[in-house]
């Protein structure tokens, strides 16, 4: 195989694409802010954390040894919030929803992240980021609460090209009167009654919330390091406050790569649980299969919004069946074969196609992670496979097992790089979809068969009519029918397209 092209990915600090280059040869250092956790998790959610899973592991298919950093924020005013809605300890609360979170990125096929820190295990970091950020001259108190002064910060707005005339106090906060300047923002809060708090040099308290990610990102991966990634939402005030408090603490502080996610809409205005047009993780993975839905992100660029519709997520579904039944298929019909000894060479047409193929898929992704036109790449090789099980079925030379052998790991191994190899067999994946068609067309498999079983009736009576007309409502509720010589099956609807 030919060397991958130079990956490529796009920086929001310097607004253009360049070439990934690591701070420490053959090795990546990155973070990415995770989830303030009080509730189960959105698809906006997954759409930020399978775009950095499948960075994760394209760059450990390049070769690199990769820490990747995923926080939690278990200390946070959403969260204290809710917690006394519920009479619940915040922090236990919080625990319960990382918890659902791991669940969902599992189901979605996220490979976990070298370290998982919570705010709650990292006070001593956060407070000693914040005494050096005081004794710079970069922040004050006033009366147990710590502001950090943009004044001090001559390149407040680098990330997000705003000016700090132009700037709001923050996202979480309203303005406080005690600020010097109305952007200023806190870097620790005086505690208040019914709040979890901690000691500080300060009084008791809890941070801020920019500064967690500032302290638990320098603390694993050093005041430097490779990438730093999340949503766009994040880019002002979150990432730009990061950016002064982390420089405020340490001159040196400097990140190589500043990497943002596109929104999920729903009818073109961002999905988020604010704005309460939102869909859970769980609402979603109850009617179509995790990776139908880890696909449907994946067919839009990670930078470009996400328009959430049921159609792409059916197409999305149709997509991920027909790649497991043609695995399913090229399985059933190699089996006899798989201890058998072949000394054939691959046939050079199978060759070219496979070489292709990878070049495609390293070519999309080397260019700032385009799956959009790597999940298309599948359908030729997937093409083939069913090609060459259609002459299998006539005739089973030795050329073409080893060719049906060869494609099939191919199409496995690049599904395992962009994350669409589930730990189940073929044949649970396969039952898992039918499971899911099943619940969203409102029928159980015994009315399913039933309807079946009326249809092979009618036939026999030659009554077309209403042969045709049960085909037809069971496909617009999303169900196939397959007539074989041996009866006819269902299956979901199908469409490559």
Not at 349 to 377: C, P, W, Y
């Amino acid at each position: 195989m030919e060397k991958p092209p130079q990956l490529q990915i796009y920086n929001t600090m310097t607004k253009q694409k360049e070439i990934f280059v690591p701070k420490v040869p053959g090795k990546v250092s990155m973070y990415v802010c995770g989830v303030t956790a009080y509730d189960l998790s959105h698809i906006g959610h997954a759409r930020a954390y399978v775009a950095f899973d499948v960075l994760h592991r394209y760059l450990k298919y390049l070769g690199y040894d990769v820490t990747y950093v995923r926080n939690f924020t278990d200390v946070d005013d959403k969260i204290i919030r809710r917690a006394n809605e519920l009479k619940e300890d915040p922090i236990s609360l919080s625990s319960r929803y990382c918890k659902e979170f791991l669940d969902d990125m599992t189901d979605l096929q996220c490979s976990p992240p070298t370290y998982e820190p919570r705010v709650s295990d990292h006070m001593n970091q956060i407070i000693d980021m914040i005494s050096k950020i005081i004794d710079n001259g970069c922040a004050y108190d006033v009366n147990g609460d710590v502001f950090f002064s943009v004044d001090k910060s001559p390149n407040y707005g680098c990330l997000s090209g705003r000016q700090l005339s132009d700037n709001r106090a923050g996202e979480r906060v309203d303005i406080d009167t005690r600020k010097r300047n109305p952007a200023d923002f806190a870097l620790w809060k005086s505690a208040k009654p019914d709040e979890p708090f901690w000691n500080s040099p300060w009084g008791d308290g809890r941070p801020g919330w920019h500064i967690e990610c500032s302290a638990m990102s320098s603390h694993y991966l050093g005041q430097s390091f490779d990438i730093h990634g999340g949503g766009m939402d994040l880019i002002f005030p979150h990432h730009e406050n990061e950016i002064a408090q982390s420089r405020a603490a340490c001159a040196e502080s400097k990140v190589s790569y500043w990497m943002h996610n596109g929104f999920v809409n729903a009818n073109n205005e961002k999905m988020s649980k604010s704005l309460g047009n939102f869909f859970t993780i769980r609402q979603i993975t109850s009617l179509y299969h995790p990776l139908a839905l880890r696909i449907f992100l994946m067919r839009t660029h990670y930078r470009s919004p996400v328009n959430y519709s049921n159609k792409d997520l059916e197409i999305a579904s149709q997509r991920l069946f027909y790649m497991y039944k043609t695995l399913h298929d090229c399985e059933v019909a190699l089996s006899p074969f798989r201890e058998a000894s072949l000394e054939v060479k691959i046939p050079a047409g199978v060759q070219e196609l496979i070489k292709k193929f990878r070049g495609k898929i390293e070519t999309s992704m080397s260019d700032d992670l385009h799956t959009n036109t790597a999940v298309d790449d599948f359908l030729e090789p997937l093409k083939s496979i069913n090609s060459n099980l259609s002459k299998f079925k006539k005739q089973q030379q030795k050329p073409m097992i080893r060719a049906l052998t060869i494609l099939e790991k191919e199409v496995k191994d690049v599904m395992n790089i962009l994350g669409l190899l589930s730990s189940s067999t073929v044949s649970e994946v396969l039952q898992q979809l039918k499971d899911k068609a099943l619940s969203r067309s409102g029928l159980t498999e015994e009315q399913v068969m039933q309807r079946i079983a009326e249809r092979t009736v009618a036939r026999q009576n030659k009554d077309y009519a209403t042969s045709d007309k049960i085909r037809e409502e069971l496909e617009a509720v999303g169900l196939s029918l397959l007539d074989e010589p041996s009866g006819t099956t269902w299956i979901p609807k199908s469409n490559t397209e």
